[in-house]
Nanobody, 122 residues
Framework: QVQLVESGGGLVQAGGSLRLSCAASGRTFSGYAMGWFRQVPGKEREFVADVSWSGGTTSYVDSVKGRFSISRDNAKNTVYLQMNSLKPEDTALYYC???????????????WGQGTQVTVSS
């Protein structure tokens, strides 16, 4: 059974930082891109960031550029999202995602985590 398990969410004040982690188990994700999406009630799930298998290529939604940083450790089958200078509008349920040909479209994701809540208070 393939599982993506997120951790690191929580409540933080505006301007603070959080680090999300996503550990993959059950199989290796050799060759897979991994990333993060987020969703708030009543809205569609949106792309946040992704990282290539090698870790050499990353991309971000414009609203988080310069504040968030994605990285991965393939030896640990883990991807991270460092979130700095958090804003109330970053409040959402954050989902870890993986896919061999993953892009910013949710339809290209083949594996999802269960989500971890991030709440930023003003």
């Amino acid at each position: 059974q393939v599982q993506l398990v997120e951790s690191g969410g929580g409540l933080v004040q505006a301007g603070g930082s959080l680090r999300l982690s996503c550990a993959a188990s059950g199989r290796t994700f050799s060759g897979y891109a991994m990333g993060w999406f987020r969703q708030v009630p009543g809205k569609e799930r949106e792309f946040v960031a992704d990282v290539s298998w090698s870790g050499g290529t990353t991309s971000y939604v414009d609203s988080v550029k310069g504040r968030f940083s994605i990285s991965r450790d393939n030896a640990k089958n883990t991807v991270y999202l460092q979130m700095n200078s958090l804003k109330p509008e970053d409040t959402a349920l954050y989902y870890c995602a993986a896919g061999r040909f993953m892009t910013r479209a949710t339809t290209t994701v083949t594996n999802w985590g269960q989500g971890t809540q991030v709440t930023v208070s003003s």
